[in-house]
């Protein structure tokens, strides 16, 4: 790929235990990333408010907040619009984010879906998939989605720990063992396919993040796509998940806020390591 690498956006500049202030990371100049989205747009409007351009992508401008990248880099395909993959030639790594559909739908715009996705690992294009996009891998590999074994939506901030696997993936050089990020799932990963690797799991052991041997693919079940802003506007129709007992993050809801604006840096800039090492496969390439 091409050295000549514009500068991408910067912005939180504050990490766990490995600062993320040097990562104003760029990418090749060559090509884009590419942003599948598995939610239809008339979903998405509610959460306008959330972003710099009501009129524009909302899910790009998210993507670009979370990860310090343009939004104007990001092309957007609406996967429910059952349209074919543009040529991955033009870009430097996919990405694809969460849903509030399941990937068992039987649906033609999902089998589509799923076949793109191994389209896209055959590729060998640097590719990072969160929550729904990484159940969609599994699933699009013969692996087994379904409810969580706390059967309860795990939806705040979760703590995460790298297995030995994950703690030698380029996906998390830099990161610490143990982590917090955010999270909004009811199904997550009960099977993998075969010969992958479990790269971290959950503060309840649920798989939580997987990698493919011998590939640049690497999927997350918590978010790296969504900021503390769009959090908080998920939060206000779920007050009493967050509050019932039954749930694995229970607490009050002023509680949960408070929660959210304290860990928000940290959050955030592991969300930039992650994604700065993404990049770097691209460069690699």
């Known amino acids: 790929m091409s050295a000549e690498k514009p500068y991408l956006l910067s912005g939180i500049e504050r990490g766990g235990e490995k600062s993320a202030s ?5 990418l090749p100049s ?3 990333i590419l942003l599948l989205v598995a939610e239809p747009k008339k979903n998405l409007g509610k959460f306008a408010h959330t972003v710099p351009d009501p ?3 909302i899910y790009a401008q998210w993507t670009g907040q979370s990860h310090g990248v343009d939004p104007k880099r990001i092309h957007t395909h609406h996967l429910v619009k059952n349209m074919p993959l543009p040529d991955l030639s033009s870009f430097a790594v996919v990405m694809a984010g969460g849903a509030t559909s399941s990937v068992n739908d039987e649906s033609e715009w999902m089998n589509t879906y799923l076949a793109g996705l191994k389209t ?3 590729s060998g294009i640097p590719t990072l998939v969160n929550c729904h ?4 891998l599994i699933k699009s590999f013969g692996g087994e989605v379904g409810n ?3 059967r309860a ?3 705040g901030v979760g703590q995460y720990r790298l297995t030995k696997a994950g703690r030698e993936h380029w996906a998390f050089d830099g990161m610490p063992t143990e982590f917090p990020a955010f999270r ?4 997550e990963t009960l099977r993998m396919p075969p010969d992958w690797d479990v790269l971290a799991r959950d503060q309840e052991d649920g798989i939580a993040a997987v990698g493919i041997k011998n590939s640049k693919v690497v999927g997350l079940q918590w978010h790296t796509d969504l900021t503390h802003a769009i959090m908080v506007a998920l939060s206000r129709g779920r007050i009493p998940e967050i509050e019932d007992i039954g749930t694995p993050d229970r607490m009050s809801y002023e509680e949960f806020l408070k929660k959210l604006q304290q860990v928000e840096p940290e959050v955030m800039g592991y969300n930039r390591i992650i994604s700065r090492n993404l990049f770097q496969q691209a460069d690699n390439m």
């Open 120 to 122: 896209i690992v055959a």
């Open 148 to 150: 969580n074994a706390v």
């Open 55 to 57: 009129e524009g992508s």
């Open 30 to 32: 060559k090509a884009e």
């Open 22 to 26: 040097g990562l104003v990371e760029r």
């Open 133 to 136: 996009g990484l159940q969609a």
């Open 153 to 155: 939506r795990k939806f």
């Open 184 to 187: 909004s799932h009811k199904q």
